[in-house]
């Protein structure tokens, strides 16, 4: 291959891998909001749901006699959601 067209071809090279840079920077923004929504929704879940559901679990086997139905219901209630979570898309 004359020099001409080795120049040519490292040239081409390096623009396709400019382009493959930026396109990875994109990406990799986009990638950092969809984390970010996955954080929130978790933490509307922990917080929103799951927490008040525990609370009462403990609340119920503090009080004397202790409500273990209540108690029980409330963490089924939590793996519930667990179970529900993992399912979604």
Request: proline share 0%.
């Given at each position: 291959m004359p020099d001409r067209e080795l120049h040519k071809e490292v040239e081409n090279?390096?623009?396709r891998v400019s382009e493959l840079e930026n396109q990875m920077f994109v990406?990799?923004?986009h990638n950092?909001?969809?984390l970010s929504r996955v954080i929130a929704e978790h933490?509307?879940?922990l917080m929103g749901r799951v927490f008040p559901l525990l609370?009462?679990?403990i609340d119920a086997l503090e009080i004397f006699p202790a409500e273990k139905g209540i108690a029980l219901r409330r963490l089924r209630a939590v793996l519930s959601?667990?179970?529900d979570t993992s399912k979604a898309p």
């Open positions: 090279l390096r623009i990406d990799n923004q950092g909001h969809d933490n509307v879940l609370s009462d679990a959601l667990i179970s």
